[in-house]
């Protein structure tokens, strides 16, 4: 059973661009998490979706960012003109369905995506 | 509102000595709380967790916690340290409301070193 897989591991973009973030998340969970680590920081909750809802986004920035995660394919983070502050690593972290025998409370986390804006 | 406190930023410990790095928490509701680790440019990894029933949960790498709801604290904890073992700490904590968890609140991290 494979992991939480992010892509792209690393991704460079000049101030104004947009960064697209993907996560594909365990085989069999619903519901993803994002999460992003400035540097000497430690984990900032962004939002959190199941499919095609977002049921929190308390911590997205009110502008630029959005997230998605449609019936089919992965949940998408996106970040549109970027600016230097947005450098940092972006985790996603996936569970299975509340309620459910198979959900035992943990998030699983993916390896996370480094976004350097130049 | 929920929140996790790691009062230390840094623990350094030499190898073979049993280890501790605190957690206290905060929250309305009941708590499930988990201990993750990170390694340089790499993701979070589950070490264990407390949800209910023994307050000395064991995890992985020889590593365990110790729920105090009095003291709303969990502490990790190692019997002989590792070099090995020098990494990122996190505690995190879900509150539990009815039949819904939500999300994942984080410390600010211990960054655990061993020297030899």
């Known amino acids: 059973n494979a992991g939480v897989m992010q892509n792209p591991r690393h991704l460079v973009r000049r101030r104004g661009q947009e960064a697209r973030l993907r996560c594909s998340p365990m085989?069999?969970?619903?519901?993803v998490y994002w999460y992003r680590q400035l540097p000497e920081e430690g984990l900032k909750f962004m939002v959190y979706l199941q499919k095609e809802n977002i049921i929190d986004e308390s911590g997205m920035p009110k502008e630029r960012f959005s997230a998605e995660f449609p019936k089919e394919g992965p949940s998408i983070l996106r970040i549109q003109q970027v600016v230097r502050g947005d450098s940092a690593a972006y985790f996603c972290?996936?569970?299975?369905?509340?309620?459910?025998?198979?959900?035992?409370?943990?998030?699983?986390f993916g390896e996370g995506s480094r976004l350097t804006v130049l | 509102a929920q929140s996790v406190a790691q009062p230390e930023d840094q623990v350094n410990v030499a190898e073979g000595n049993p280890l501790t790095v605190k957690c206290t928490y905060s929250?309305?509701?009941?708590?499930?709380l988990f201990w993750y680790v990170q390694y340089p440019n790499r993701g979070l990894q589950f070490l264990l967790k407390?949800?209910?029933?023994?307050?000395l949960v064991k995890g992985s790498y020889g590593f365990e916690a110790e729920f105090n709801k009095s003291q709303t604290s969990f502490h990790l904890k190692k019997p002989s340290a590792l070099v090995s073992d020098s990494a990122l700490y996190f505690c995190a904590v879900r509150v539990s409301r009815g039949s819904t968890l939500g999300r994942l609140y984080f410390g600010r991290g211990t960054q655990l070193t061993v020297w030899p």
């Open positions: 085989k069999g969970h619903s519901h």
């Open positions: 407390y949800i209910t029933g023994d307050n």
């Open positions: 972290a996936s569970s299975p369905p509340e309620g459910l025998k198979t959900n035992t409370g943990e998030l699983f």
């Open positions: 929250v309305s509701g009941n708590p499930y």
